[in-house]
């Protein structure tokens, strides 16, 4: 496993993180049992892995629980990074809808105490906005909070994490100008690198980290979704339409040259694409299983792709029609 250093807070964390949503939540075509979830943050330990990344809003606080569970007695062996910002709690979440949110002082007092307890930890590592809007992010009184919390000692840096969807290019931009914005978190994969490849850009003259979610594109990329692929309406992927699939299958078979040469699988280019860029500081792969741990783990090898590869793919994405991405509604 290698590491890399998260932005300007000079925290070092694992090239492949765990993104810990999966275990508490049922959004990716499995309930994994809290057994099962346990063995699966402790087999990425033994692999390397030390970035554990999460929110307060999975599960209602399940995944901060079994994240707290496992590494009691080892707070200094691992990064905790949890975000916060929905009303969840007494909430009931009707389908893949956004529940309201809250960043004022009160609610981030509140918020973190609680993520605290969970954890079972007196500091978090990174403390994060769960998919803030423009207006969240201009706010100067959030990010005073949270610069009041890390004089306490209560977190050691902070991230905004972009979504739900992707997009929020600007979001992600003006979050970058905040002095103690060290990650910015977005979905980016080798098919779909707008806006990460505006935001690495970014993220490389403001000394940023960038930790990518939905590495794999919903699955195209590990081959868990092919055309012929039925994906339940309580699962996550069910936003991705059978146009887009078919699509995507396409632009996969355009890149499969550049794999064999390298002597890789589609997976392996798609998680060295990411990797290879300089300011990506972790990569957060979809998983549900130990296998998964250990495949994605792999390729945390030091071998990156070469300049040459790296063009190839950006000529080829290039040459791919434009797709809508999200962001704040504008005020009437």
Same mark, same amino acid.
Request: charged share 25%; aromatic share 8%.
């Given at each position: 496993?290698?590491?890399?250093? &998260?932005?300007?807070?000079?925290?070092?964390?694992?090239?492949?993180?765990?993104?810990?949503?999966?275990?508490?939540?049922?959004?990716?075509?499995?309930?994994?049992?809290?057994?099962?979830?346990?063995?699966?943050?402790?087999?990425?330990?033994?692999? /390397?892995?030390?970035?554990?990344?999460?929110?307060?809003?999975?599960?209602?606080?399940?995944?901060?629980?079994?994240? /707290?569970?496992?590494?009691? /007695?080892?707070?200094?062996?691992?990064?905790?990074?949890?975000?916060?910002?929905?009303?969840?709690?007494?909430?009931?979440?009707?389908?893949?809808?956004?529940?309201?949110?809250?960043?004022?002082? &009160?609610?981030?007092?509140?918020?973190?105490?609680?993520?605290?307890?969970?954890?079972?930890?007196?500091?978090?590592?990174?403390?994060?906005?769960?998919?803030?809007?423009?207006?969240?992010?201009? *706010?100067?009184?959030?990010?005073? +909070?949270? *610069?009041?919390?890390?004089?306490?000692? !209560?977190?050691? +840096?902070?991230?905004?994490?972009?979504?739900?969807?992707?997009?929020?290019?600007?979001?992600?931009?003006?979050?970058?100008?905040?002095?103690?914005?060290?990650?910015?978190?977005?979905?980016?994969?080798?098919?779909?690198?707008?806006?990460?490849?505006?935001?690495?850009?970014?993220?490389?003259?403001?000394?940023?980290?960038?930790?990518?979610?939905?590495? *794999?594109?919903?699955?195209?990329? +590990?081959?868990?979704?092919?055309?012929?692929?039925?994906?339940?309406? !309580?699962?996550?992927?069910?936003?991705?339409?059978?146009?887009?699939?078919?699509?995507?299958?396409?632009?996969?078979?355009?890149?499969?040259?550049?794999?064999?040469?390298?002597?890789?699988?589609? +997976?392996?280019?798609?998680?060295?694409?990411?990797?290879?860029? !300089?300011?990506?500081?972790?990569? &957060?792969?979809?998983?549900?299983?130990?296998?998964?741990?250990?495949?994605?783990?792999?390729?945390?090898?030091?071998?990156? &792709?070469?300049?040459?590869?790296?063009?190839?793919?950006?000529?080829?994405?290039?040459?791919?029609?434009?797709?809508?991405?999200?962001?704040?509604?504008?005020?009437?």
């Amino acid at each position: 496993m290698k590491y890399k250093t &998260l932005g300007k807070s000079g925290i070092r964390v694992s090239e492949i993180g765990f993104g810990a949503w999966t275990i508490a939540l049922d959004w990716w075509g499995k309930k994994i049992e809290d057994d099962e979830a346990k063995r699966m943050l402790k087999r990425a330990y033994d692999l /390397g892995i030390n970035f554990f990344e999460t929110g307060d809003m999975y599960g209602k606080g399940k995944s901060e629980k079994l994240i /707290g569970e496992v590494f009691k /007695g080892m707070r200094n062996e691992i990064v905790i990074s949890t975000k916060y910002g929905y009303e969840f709690e007494g909430a009931q979440q009707i389908g893949h809808s956004e529940l309201p949110q809250r960043f004022d002082p &009160l609610f981030t007092e509140h918020a973190l105490e609680k993520s605290l307890e969970r954890l079972q930890t007196d500091y978090i590592d990174v403390y994060g906005l769960h998919n803030p809007k423009m207006y969240h992010i201009k *706010d100067d009184v959030i990010f005073h +909070t949270l *610069d009041n919390k890390i004089n306490e000692g !209560k977190i050691n +840096t902070y991230q905004v994490a972009l979504g739900p969807a992707i997009g929020w290019t600007q979001e992600g931009l003006e979050a970058m100008n905040r002095k103690n914005v060290s990650a910015v978190q977005t979905v980016y994969n080798i098919l779909e690198q707008t806006p990460g490849n505006e935001l690495i850009e970014a993220a490389e003259r403001k000394n940023v980290g960038i930790l990518v979610r939905v590495p *794999d594109a919903s699955g195209i990329l +590990t081959g868990k979704v092919s055309a012929d692929t039925k994906i339940d309406e !309580k699962d996550h992927r069910s936003v991705r339409k059978g146009e887009w699939v078919k699509a995507s299958l396409a632009k996969v078979e355009q890149l499969r040259p550049i794999a064999n040469r390298n002597g890789l699988n589609i +997976t392996e280019l798609a998680i060295k694409f990411i990797i290879s860029k !300089k300011a990506v500081s972790s990569v &957060l792969p979809t998983v549900i299983s130990t296998e998964e741990i250990e495949m994605f783990s792999a390729m945390s090898d030091g071998k990156y &792709l070469s300049s040459q590869d790296m063009r190839e793919i950006t000529n080829l994405y290039n040459s791919w029609p434009p797709y809508e991405i999200k962001s704040t509604a504008q005020a009437a």
